[in-house]
């Protein structure tokens, strides 16, 4: 396979996953979508309960000062969230969210750009997202990202019975993101060590769990603000792992 097949495979697979959903979906009475939705935070949630248990693993405790290691994800949320908020950056999704509304002509319902955010998040956050691309441009193999396709697949067949056409959008910022980690791995090989990888997936944990709460109806958190964290997490404990 060639380099970047994998991110393909992914793209492919969260359109066909979503196209399905909505033609089952269209076929569903409003309170079984309504429940489906309610379902996903749930399994949204238990993913962000699986991308948490890093916070405890000897690797990233052993690489940070006592005493730092839930500190650096506090100050990771908020040097990110203060970041995202200056940037204006939930807004600026939401926009590129309804500008691709209007292209694809999609309903005007207000479930486009919600389904587009959710998913996109969804399927970025998360380590096979970074380590199955990385993995895919040193050409190790593509089985982590085949395994994530899988995952997506039926989520965004989920998603989509109840959310839309935004569900399928969300493979343009996929495509876009694995691809960058795709070429950062063909030129960079590993650039980031395994504790590094942990904090960004603890972060990435927490904002899952913002985006089951909202899915849930529980709390509104503008986790597109947060997406800087995703950055500053990999390198605020690189550079206190200098003190370690």
Excluded: C, H
């Excluded at 876009?176 to 980031?192: A, D, E, K, R």
């Amino acid at each position: 396979m060639f380099t970047g097949s994998g991110t393909l495979i992914n793209v492919l697979t969260i359109i066909g996953g979503a196209s399905l959903g909505v033609l089952i979906g269209g076929r569903l009475p409003e309170r079984m979508r309504v429940l489906i939705t309610d379902v996903l935070g749930l399994i949204t949630i238990l993913g962000a309960a699986t991308a948490l248990v890093p916070i405890a693993s000897k690797r990233y405790v052993d690489a940070l000062p006592q005493g730092w290691p839930l500190l650096a994800i506090l100050a990771s949320l908020l040097i990110g969230g203060v970041i995202g908020s200056a940037a204006n950056l939930e807004n600026k999704l939401e926009g590129f969210g309804q500008y691709l509304r209007v292209k694809f002509k999609a309903d005007g319902q207000g479930t486009f750009v919600e389904g587009f955010l959710s998913s996109s998040l969804l399927f970025v956050i998360g380590p096979l997202a970074i380590l199955g691309s990385i993995s895919d441009g040193m050409g190790t193999g593509t089985d982590q990202l085949i395994l994530k396709s899988s995952l997506d697949f039926f989520a965004a067949m989920a998603f989509a019975a109840s959310l839309g056409w935004g569900v399928a959008a969300s493979a343009i910022p996929v495509g876009i993101y694995q691809g960058l980690w795709t070429v950062i791995g063909f030129g960079l090989g590993n650039v980031l060590a395994g504790y590094q990888v942990d904090a960004m997936t603890i972060v990435g944990g927490l904002m899952l769990v913002s985006i089951g709460l909202g899915l849930l109806k529980i709390k509104t958190i503008a986790v597109g603000n947060l997406l800087p964290a995703l950055v500053i997490a990999p390198i605020l404990v690189g550079v206190l792992n200098q003190f370690a």
